[in-house]
């Protein structure tokens, strides 16, 4: 492990920052390069790139944030994944360390979703109360940091089209689509100390070799690295405490070896996903926050989102190979413009994504067997895949809560997490997966067979950005209306989902936040 400062549980200066993601992680490293003393508690353990393993169930089982969950509501999680309704990882990087590497940015309607589409029966819209010309300036620093190819400003050339890419792309020109990307934050070349990309294609099971970005060997060490960042992994977060005034004042925790600790902050930013950051807030109550911190407007835990997905394979008369090289393929974009005559509000990515034998075998049909199955999966060489993600609408009744008896190893109750589409949300996968049929088939597959949904690795809303403090939770900071000196650092602040999987955007609001903290701290506002 890096060498790193030390900060006393009584510090009471330090900022406090739950969670080493995309949001946490990046926090740390922009707050510490501005001086700014920061102590982050991690949940899970500090992996290194040896403990990466390429091996899909063996890295599921070692990463995967697997401490109980209950899937609720009408989504069919609560039949094929009763108990993972989310896929993220537990560990030092959060869910950095398995993510595809897909970066993409919002469009100018998704952050004004209620005045472009108007109040939709049985959603729960609002506008951010940002605009895409504010986030701009931090979309470019992100994908310099993160270096994100083809894009300008990493100067990164594209990532080398694989086998895989050229099956979707040709099948996608042949149907008439013509905006085809693969915007990965992956090098391909070497890049900001990182090596170029080798297309192993064990993406999702952490990088080995490090040519991905994740906060894991890039804005965490380099935040230990300045003297000013105290990484705590193994650390769980029970409770944020305040004093009489309201303030945040102290985070209570359990460390490695199972011992309480309360670390005094000056400030606290809570990154710990769009699961754990509203359990921590409902978990924090008071006397002065009987319904959970921050949470006067009742919307802490509401407006869970994780993207309207589908899965399917389709099988091909000769060979793909979908697992050589970089896990994502071609990326059909065409379907996310701005378009409301196609009976539904939003739109959607057609990510070509590989996934290797075993994901394969489980996601097809899950705990199925029979014909139908076994000769799909003797032609696993000849498939080509697709992750349909699409804008999926805040609902109010879409939520994260506490159980009211069950208790994890923490003494913490469980949380439930409960999802029931919107008929819209339906409507755009069907619509992904007939465009996906439609794109196989025009370079001549032979079957295209349509998978639910995998469990969510995009976990989006549940602490949302707000203009007025009675419509969410936080401000165009992400500083809670309640608590001026408590921020959320992660995707729980996106107000709507859009159709781009959320990671730049954590990683750009997270540059934008850090900056603001530094300011209001030289002022003494916080």
């Not at 804008?391 to 003494?411: V, W």
């Not at 997966?433 to 949904?453: C, F, H, N, Y």
Request: proline content about 5%; some cysteine.
């Amino acid at each position: 492990m890096t060498d790193q400062a030390r900060f006393s549980l009584d510090d009471d200066s330090v900022v406090v920052i739950v969670g080493s993601g995309a949001g946490g992680g990046t926090l740390a490293n922009e707050l510490a390069q501005r001086g700014v003393k920061c102590v982050v508690l991690e949940a899970g353990k500090h992996y290194t790139q040896a403990d990466f393993e390429n091996d899909e169930w063996a890295m599921f089982n070692k990463i995967s944030w697997l401490d109980k969950r209950i899937s609720a509501g009408g989504w069919h999680h609560t039949k094929t994944y009763p108990n993972l309704p989310a896929w993220i990882v537990k560990g030092v990087g959060g869910s950095t360390v398995h993510w595809s590497g897909v970066a993409l940015r919002f469009q100018e309607h998704d952050f004004h979703t209620k005045t472009t589409y108007g109040a939709i029966q049985g959603a729960n819209v609002l506008d951010w109360p940002i605009t895409l010309s504010e986030l701009e300036p931090y979309y470019e620093l992100a994908e310099k940091k993160m270096g994100v190819c083809g894009t300008k400003a990493s100067g990164l050339p594209p990532m080398p089209p694989n086998n895989h890419y050229k099956v979707i792309e040709a099948g996608a020109r042949k149907v008439g689509y013509k905006h085809i990307v693969r915007p990965a934050a992956s090098n391909s070349e070497p890049y900001d100390g990182r090596p170029g990309c080798m297309q192993i294609g064990f993406c999702m099971q952490g990088c080995k070799i490090g040519a991905k970005w994740s906060t894991l060997y890039t804005e965490v060490p380099r935040a230990q690295a300045t003297g000013n960042v105290e990484l705590r992994p193994e650390s769980m977060v029970l409770q944020i405490q305040h004093d009489k005034q309201g303030r945040a004042n102290g985070v209570l925790y359990v460390d490695n070896k199972g011992r309480k600790q309360l670390q005094k902050a000056r400030v606290v930013c809570v990154a710990g996903n769009s699961i754990e950051s509203p359990r921590l807030l409902l978990n924090s109550a008071s006397s002065m926050f009987p319904n959970g911190l921050a949470n006067s407007s009742g919307q802490v835990g509401k407006n869970y989102m994780n993207h309207a997905t589908a899965a399917a394979v389709s099988i091909h008369k000769k060979p793909v190979y979908m697992y050589r090289g970089f896990d994502i393929a071609a990326v059909v974009a065409d379907e996310v413009p701005l378009n409301t005559k196609r009976g539904f509000v939003g739109g959607y990515y057609l990510e070509g994504l590989a996934i290797h034998l075993p994901y394969t075998a489980a996601f097809m049909k899950p705990g199925g067997w029979g014909r139908d199955f076994t000769s799909a999966m003797e032609m696993y060489d000849h498939m080509s895949c697709v992750w349909v993600c699409g804008e999926d609408l805040a609902r109010e009744q879409n939520s994260i809560t506490l159980h009211p008896t069950e208790k994890d190893q923490y003494g913490l109750p469980i949380p439930i997490v409960t999802k029931t589409y919107h008929e819209n949300d339906e409507k755009i996968t069907a619509h992904g997966l007939v465009q996906w049929r439609k794109v196989s088939e025009a370079v001549g597959a032979t079957r295209v067979i349509d998978m639910p949904a995998y469990p969510a690795s995009h976990n989006m809303g549940t602490n949302r950005m707000s203009a007025k403090a009675s419509d969410g939770v936080v401000n165009r900071w992400g500083q809670a209306h309640d608590v001026k000196n408590l921020f959320i650092s992660d995707g729980s602040q996106f107000t709507s989902s859009s159709a781009a999987n959320p990671t730049l955007t954590i990683v750009a609001l997270a540059i934008r936040q850090a900056e603001y903290i530094a300011e209001a701290l030289n002022r003494r506002e916080i």
